[in-house]
């Protein structure tokens, strides 16, 4: 056989077993076949071919089927990957994700391998036809080194990596794609435009290259003007200060972040709600995995109570980033996006963050406190919460708490932890729950406890229904001596009570969770990401607020009720009591009150019949490109530690 046979030859099966897993990744994953998708995705797998294709030529044919066929292995096995990441934590990863969390879940592998769709695995059907085929292929030869052959390749190889970058400028997203590629900020959209070999390519170099560098804001008015009503008490911040910090300031990124705050309309306005809870005491509640589904009025009576009588905002959403339960802890104390390929409380737990919740609450005279019933094995907290403000930070080991089987009892939780703040004149109490973490198919203390008061109700219930109710009910007991205890010494009317989730539950099918939420509807366009968020007090008024919002404004949120000094353009999230809502999702598509727009095909779903005009969107997603880039160059420049005097009252 001629010597460019042999190479042809190579090439083109190694060609034709890439392509197909990409095909099959990309049917898994239920991406478009869009031509310019497919185009980058075939000139990706066309250089990877032909770069492997040499390197095999140049060995004996019956040593190079073993090294194609671990090749396609591994291929199979990171599209494997990528498709159960999507589906178990709702992101695709990066190198460096992985590498960042991997010592902390390696107990979950078999969990995480069990959890995947039964058609993910299709993707190993490639290696194993190719296994069969070189079973019988007995041919044996090896390509005579030849440098023209080689210069051919490597011009080949040029022009389709060449035509593949620049392929970038067309695309039908209306997010500038190049610069999410040079930013790589967004894994859902890159892995989806550019096929799986170019997003590994992308993937490897970011590991060396780091993206950091190349983060950008355009400085423009991308707000709509605000509407002021005339009985509002407006407040203008006087930004003499940072004006001319800005004007002397050598750091090109903490000049940049300077000049996007100034941009912001530095106009402070209030509402019928501003101040509504002043000098209350504030009781914070991360639920774990809390859904909608464990809020029964038989079964979680306090829990039901508290939905009903209190401020419930039936279009919360939580969005799920890498590290889940850790960033949106850090969304709900800061109100920034974390980072998409790292898991951010570990990355930057030490930065400064005078704009967090928990130092607005310090700054009005609040003693502050953070409680968690487990150790510090996933996240750094200690020092973040440290870094949040809080006075002190307690875990299992600190409040003493004897460990169970499976997760530990919110009860047990709040029984240790109320003592520390009981007594304080004023508190704010940050609690992260985990009673009701995942798994709900597996035999658990709290799994297990209340299954018998179930079946009496409900003996049709799936078991992991049944699991994740009796975990539920355990919160329900938390919240009732919290309650009680309060009541108890005269401070339960002088204090609020907020819950939300960091995430829905994981490892329960879609459908069952549709199912089995009684009081939302889950079949929307991320339906499953709405989540509970509750407010509550004896003495309030119940009221249902339908305004779109997420955990990202569940800090302007707080600091408009408590009437604590803060600045509205240091966070990316919204007072939800104005009149800009909005909600961003890791892959950059978003939720407004008027329908949904979807990124990666460049396409928004009005909710009725009013839809937006292309002005609007284009607007809505500069907004969001710019709220990625801010947070992202906030924590890479550690800017409020040259800036701390942006959350401090005595600027404003």
């Known amino acids: 056989m001629k010597a460019y046979h042999i190479l042809i030859r190579n090439i ?100 995480f391998i069990g959890d995947a769709k039964w058609y993910y695995w299709l993707v190993f059907i490639i290696p194993l036809i190719y296994f069969l085929f070189a079973l019988f292929d007995h041919q044996d030869y090896r390509m005579t080194f030849d440098i023209r052959y080689v210069i051919i390749c490597v011009l080949v190889t040029l022009i389709c990596s060449g035509a593949s970058y620049l392929s970038l400028d067309i695309s039908d997203t209306a997010i500038d794609l190049r610069r999410t590629y040079r930013s790589f900020d967004n894994n859902d959209l890159l892995i989806d435009k550019l096929g799986l070999v170019h997003f590994l390519f992308r993937d490897v170099t970011a590991l060396i290259y780091s993206p950091e560098d190349t983060k950008e804001l355009v400085i423009e008015k991308t707000e709509e003007p605000t509407i002021i009503d005339e009985d509002d008490d407006l407040k203008v911040i006087d930004d003499t200060r940072l004006e001319k910090d800005t004007q002397d300031e050598k750091d090109t990124t903490i000049k940049m972040i300077d000049e996007y705050i100034l941009s912001r309309s530095s106009t402070v306005t209030t509402n019928e709600h501003t101040g509504e809870f002043k000098d209350y005491n504030f009781i914070y509640f991360l639920v774990e995995s809390f859904d909608y589904m464990a809020i029964d009025p038989e079964l979680t009576p306090t829990l039901y109570m508290m939905y009903e009588d209190g401020y419930n905002f039936t279009n919360h959403y939580t969005p799920k980033y890498s590290c889940t339960t850790g960033e949106s802890e850090f969304i709900a104390n800061v109100s920034l996006v974390p980072y998409n390929d790292v898991c951010t409380p570990n990355e930057v737990p030490d930065n400064a963050y005078p704009q967090a919740l928990a130092s607005l609450f310090k700054e009005a005279g609040y003693d502050t406190y953070s409680f968690h019933n487990w150790y510090d094995e996933y996240y750094e907290r200690r020092i973040e919460h440290a870094s949040f403000g809080f006075d002190e930070y307690h875990n299992i080991e600190d409040l003493d708490i004897k460990e169970i089987q499976g997760w530990q009892s919110d009860l047990t939780l709040v029984e240790k932890a109320l003592p520390h703040f009981i007594d304080s004149d004023r508190f704010f109490s940050f609690i992260i729950t985990s009673s009701m973490h995942w798994p709900y198919d597996e035999s658990s203390t709290l799994g297990d406890r209340y299954l018998e008061e179930i079946d009496r109700l409900h003996p049709e219930y799936p078991i992991e229904i049944k699991r994740y109710l009796s975990k539920s009910m355990e919160l329900d007991k938390a919240l009732a001596y919290l309650l009680d205890e309060l009541e108890a010494v005269g401070k339960l009317d002088d204090t609020i009570i907020c819950l939300f989730s960091d995430h829905n539950p994981f490892r329960l099918k879609e459908d069952m969770i549709a199912e089995y939420s009684f009081l939302m509807d889950r079949d929307t366009t991320y339906g499953i990401s709405k989540t509970p968020f509750i407010i509550y007090n004896p003495d309030l008024e119940a009221k249902n607020f339908t305004m779109v919002n997420s955990t990202f404004d569940q800090v302007p949120t707080i600091a408009n009720l408590f009437a604590l000094d803060y600045d509205p353009r240091l966070y990316v999230g919204k007072d939800v009591f104005s009149n800009d809502h909005l909600v961003i999702f890791p892959n950059a598509d978003w939720i407004n009150d008027v329908g949904i727009y979807k990124v990666a095909n460049n396409t928004f779903i009005p909710f009725d019949e009013v839809t937006l005009k292309e002005e609007k969107i284009a607007r809505i997603n500069a907004e969001v490109a710019n709220s990625i880039s801010f947070s992202y160059m906030v924590m890479d420049s550690d800017y409020f530690k040259e800036r701390a005097y942006l959350a401090d009252p005595s600027y404003r």
């Open 12 to 111: 083109f099966i190694i060609f034709l077993n890439i392509l197909a897993i990409e095909i099959i990744f990309r049917a898994c994953a239920d991406f478009n076949f869009f031509y310019m998708t497919l185009t980058r995705t075939i000139l990706a797998d066309l250089v990877l071919s032909i770069v492997l294709g040499v390197v095999f030529s140049l060995i004996r044919y019956s040593r190079a089927k073993l090294w194609i066929l671990i090749v396609l292995v591994i291929f199979s096995i990171y599209a494997f990957v990528e498709l159960e990441f999507k589906n178990f934590l709702d992101n695709y990863y990066s190198f460096s994700a992985v590498a960042d969390g991997a010592g902390r879940i390696d107990q979950y592998v078999l969990t």
